[in-house]
């Protein structure tokens, strides 16, 4: 069983850098077919997809956060990170890392999220 936990700040000051752990137990973050996502869900909106890192390390961001953001892994001890930079109260959100399985095309587990605030 896969089990993914974020950690970090829940309150970030605008200007400032949101950086979210993920820790991942039950399995690799290397093994094959497999990326490493961030989601986010902003209050009142669905889900909104921020980018990943894949099993091989390389990562992929979405068009719209690209230029702010930065996805990188620890493999000793298993955990990837978000970092997202210049942040406003619009990037207030739960924040969910998740796993997704390149050959199922879907995500098979999610962290519980976290709650990210920003505000001054």
């Known amino acids: 069983q896969v089990q993914l936990q974020e950690s970090g700040p829940g309150l970030v000051k605008p200007s400032q850098i949101l950086s979210l752990t993920c820790t991942v137990s039950?399995?690799?973050?290397?093994?094959?077919?497999?990326?490493w996502k961030w989601i986010r869900q902003p209050p009142g909106k669905g889900l909104e997809w921020i980018g990943y890192?894949?099993?091989?390390?390389?990562?992929y961001y979405s068009p719209s956060l690209k230029s702010r953001t930065s996805i990188s892994r620890d493999t000793s001890k298993n955990q990837f990170t978000l970092q997202l930079s210049s942040v406003t109260p619009e990037d207030t959100a739960v924040y969910y890392c998740?796993?997704?399985?390149?050959?199922?095309?879907?995500?098979?587990?999610w962290g519980q999220g976290t709650q990210v605030t920003v505000s001054s």
């Open positions: 890192i894949a099993y091989s390390g390389s990562t």
């Open positions: 039950g399995g690799s973050i290397t093994t094959n077919y497999y990326c």
């Open positions: 998740a796993r997704y399985g390149v050959v199922t095309s879907a995500v098979d587990y």
